[in-house]
């Protein structure tokens, strides 16, 4: 009844008011927002038009619209036409948190923010005259002070009489969905942010391939407007209007994205202005959670310039290589040293991965006393810079060679050069100095990998001493050392492109290069370097150069001995020294030399003394030719005519010599000259010792 | 040239040794000859030690020989030494002239001359 009473109140204040009329079909249910005071308000226009009062046995029906809204999820709030609160459902407690005591009789104005008050002016403004409002989105704070984003539908209330009494008002709690809204309209700044000012281009297509949005990028930087290039297929857009296989390209790229694969590609394109480009072309499909393609992305990045740039960086690259390969092979030597008591092989191949030439570099070269030097040396770096040094230093090398006491000297020498010339920063360098008549080696190793020998058994070993640090242009104090070589052993130097890989453990290496060099002790020199290459594997992993020199001592096992010289005694020593020196290579043992040497100078003796004493002096020949292990065959020969001199007794022990020594003995004399023919096959009687 | 040969000899009580060394051929013997001549004229005995020859050719026998003569026609003794493995030896073996000369193993004299030659 209190509602009563106030309600009198309203009704004066309303008749205040024009009297707006109330909607014929405006039915009572939920948005009469009143229920108990409905029982005053309730009102409905019969058809004749006349507004009458229901009677109360209506009030079943109106309890149960009670109900209604009380059940409600909404907050239903009435209030009088000044604002007073007259009903609170269970939704608005639960809403703003007042209970229905708490606030029933107090001003809905409780219920706004201080800076919204002017909203309730304009709602209640509207109200009089009768205005419905409709989801109208504004604040309202809850009894802790929280705001709460709303949305208010408001109705007038009618008495029977048509006069507005209030308001009822329908809240509805929208902070979730303004949340939403509020994250949703974030992501949205943020795309476009990123779709426009990424450096890309980028654009969104429909699952079927129409452009839906495209970012500024594209535009601006090709010359297009928006409607230029929206709502058609993506491959009849102007980027790609210049070949049908693009065009092919784009389409398929739209029916990968769509089955859900990414397409990427470099393609050309167009610009408004008719410029022919390339793009890093992708078109991703965008898929929801289900994993369904909802858009399709595509993005692309310009890269005409930067492949122009490789371009002309891989013409320039490939003409510095050309002149830098063309310079090496300048630089190494044209024709390998040859030598009667060595033979030599050499190999040298660029690195086949770089495109640069590295500083590897082989020589050999005489000494004045008559041994051989080798070198194998690698500058450090690649191109230009390394094959002049590399030259330098082997320049350097054969011109100090001579003047060095030994191996460690010409190190030590070869890097005051360094320090001089400033040729490079550093290098690895071996040097051996080998004498072929005793095969004895000295050398000396700048940091650099060591030699290889291999004797005819086939037992390998490596000259691992004399080692100092690279040569850097300080000049320490370099060591030699020496080793004693077997005749016919094969000695390898090689830079460490022949064996260093990635993944391998130095070690394992050389044991592989060891393994493969007895396999070829016995080849021909001339396969040597090759096999030892392809053996050890140097294709397709290799990036550095390789240098390979083979020696093999000799001197070449001579089956053959042949001196010519005037028939003179004085020559005869000679005879005899040079004899014994080539029987020592062959490794024939003291008694059968002592014979063969006493065989062939008697015989040699004779033409001295006889052979031309009649003629123009001339020339004694001896030919001797190993017929068996411990078997020789021996010819001397003289151009003169045979005159003998002497007593029978005194010629007769020469030949009486001879005869004991050799068999087969024959003398044949022509006009031409003298032939003595005989074989030797033992040492006795002479002894070792 | 041949290895020098050299000549070295000793006189004592009316005997020379004669040591020879190196290498003895057509070129040296006339040298070699002129030398032992000078050597052995006033000697009773005539030892000729070959230990240290290491070449040897029918020329050198041949001067062997000469200087054998002459010294049966001057009553002087005349003995070459040739130690049994020495190359020396061998050739007078070879040459078959063990029977024209007197070859002894080591030189005459004391114990301490032979220790000296074989261990040379």
């Known amino acids: 009844m209190a509602e009563g009473r106030s309600h009198d109140g309203d009704i004066e204040s309303a008749e205040a008011e024009s009297k707006p009329t109330p909607p014929a079909d405006r039915s009572v249910g939920a948005r009469d927002g009143a229920g108990r005071d409905a029982l005053v308000s309730h009102v409905r226009r019969r058809p004749d038009g006349a507004i009458g009062r229901e009677a109360p046995l209506e009030a079943e029906r109106i309890a149960h619209l009670a109900a209604v809204v009380e059940a409600s999820s909404d907050a239903i709030v009435s209030k009088s ?136 990028l594209a535009l601006d930087a090709c010359g297009y407007r928006r409607e230029d290039v929206l709502d058609r297929p993506f491959w009849e857009t102007p980027w790609w209007r210049g070949s049908e296989d693009v065009k092919e390209r784009i389409r398929l790229a739209v029916r990968q994205a769509a089955a859900g694969d990414l397409f990427r590609e470099a393609l050309p394109y167009w610009t408004a202005d008719g410029s022919r480009r390339i793009v890093d072309f992708a078109m991703h499909p965008i898929v929801d959670e289900a994993g369904v393609v909802r858009f399709l992305h595509p993005t692309g990045i310009d890269i005409t310039d930067r492949l122009k740039a490789e371009e002309a960086l891989r013409k320039l690259e490939a003409e510095e290589r050309k002149i830098a390969v063309g310079l090496q092979r300048a630089l190494l030597p044209a024709r390998l040293l040859e030598r009667p008591d060595v033979q ?71 890097d005051a050069f360094l320090a001089r010339s400033g040729a490079t920063d550093f290098a690895t360098v071996c040097y051996a100095v080998v004498d072929p008549r005793t095969c004895v080696v000295e050398y000396a190793s700048a940091g650099h990998l060591p030699m290889l020998v291999v004797s005819q058994g086939g037992v390998t070993a490596w000259l691992d001493g004399a080692q100092s640090p690279p040569l850097f242009g300080h000049c320490p104090a370099r060591p030699q050392t020496s080793a004693l070589l077997e005749p016919g052993s094969l000695l390898v130097l090689y830079s460490d492109g022949l064996v260093e890989r990635r993944h391998e453990r130095l070690d394992d290496s050389l044991d592989r290069l060891a393994a ?170 002479f002894h070792d010792g | 040239m041949a290895d020098p040969a050299r000549l070295e000899s000793d006189h004592e009580d009316g005997r020379v040794v004669i040591r020879l060394s190196g290498e003895i051929d057509l070129t040296n013997v006339g040298r070699l000859e002129e030398q032992i001549e000078g050597a052995i004229a006033d000697a009773r005995d005539v030892v000729i030690d070959l230990t240290e020859v290491h070449f040897l050719d029918s020329g050198g026998l041949r001067l062997l020989s000469r200087v054998s003569t002459g010294a049966a026609d001057h009553n002087q003794s005349f003995v070459v030494v040739a130690p049994p493995d020495s190359i020396a030896r061998s050739v007078i073996d070879i040459a078959g002239m063990t029977g024209e000369l007197i070859v002894r193993d080591a030189p005459p004299g004391a114990r301490t001359e032979i220790e000296r030659s074989t261990g040379g």
């Open chain 1, 81 to 216: 036409l000044t604002g007073t609160i007259r009903s609170w459902n269970a939704s608005a407690t639960r809403i703003f948190g007042y209970t229905e005591d708490e606030i029933v009789g107090r001003s809905i104005r409780v219920l706004i923010p201080e800076e919204r008050q002017a909203e309730e002016d304009e709602i209640l403004s509207r109200l009089r005259q009768g205005e419905y409002i409709e989801h109208y989105e504004t604040v309202r704070l809850t009894k802790d002070g929280r705001p709460l984003d709303v949305s208010l539908s408001i109705s007038p209330i009618w008495d029977p009489s048509g006069r507005i009494i209030g308001a009822s008002k329908i809240v509805r709690d929208i902070s979730a969905r303004k949340q939403a809204e509020d994250a949703l309209a974030a992501a949205n700044a943020k795309f476009e942010s990123v779709f426009n000012q990424s450096g890309i281009f980028a654009g969104i297509l429909d699952t079927e391939g129409n452009l839906r949005d495209v970012n500024v």
């Open chain 1, 344 to 414: 030599l092989s050499a190999l040298y191949e660029a690195g086949s991965d770089v495109l640069e030439v590295g500083g590897d570099w082989y020589d050999a070269f005489d000494l004045s006393d008559g041994r051989v030097g080798l070198t194998v040396g690698d500058v450090v770096g690649h191109g230009l810079s390394a094959a002049a040094a590399m030259g330098q230093l082997r320049t350097a090398m054969g011109a100090l060679a001579d003047h060095a006491t030994g191996p460690g000297q010409l190190l030590e020498r070869l």
């Open chain 1, 516 to 685: 493969a060099a007895r396999d070829v002790a016995d080849s021909p020199l001339e396969d040597v370097c090759r096999t030892l290459v392809v053996r050890l594997g140097v294709d397709e992993t290799r990036a550095d150069d390789v240098a390979v020199l083979a020696v093999r001592l000799g001197p070449v096992r001579q089956t053959r001995y042949h001196r010519r010289f005037p028939a003179r005694a004085d020559e005869l020593a000679q005879l005899r020294a040079s004899l014994r020196g080539w029987l020592d290579d062959q490794a024939i043992g003291q008694p059968l030399q002592q014979a063969l040497v006493l065989a062939v100078h008697e015989a040699c003796a004779n033409a001295v003394e006889h052979a031309y004493r009649l003629t123009e002096p001339g020339d004694v020949q001896v030919d001797m030719t190993q017929s068996a292990d411990h078997e020789f065959l021996v010819e001397v020969r003289d151009f003169g005519r045979f005159q003998p001199s002497g007593s029978r007794e005194d010629r007769g022990r020469g030949t009486g010599i001879m005869r004991q020594l050799t068999a087969d003995f024959s003398r044949e004399s022509t006009s031409a000259g003298t032939v003595v023919r005989f074989r030797v096959a033992s040492g006795e009687p």
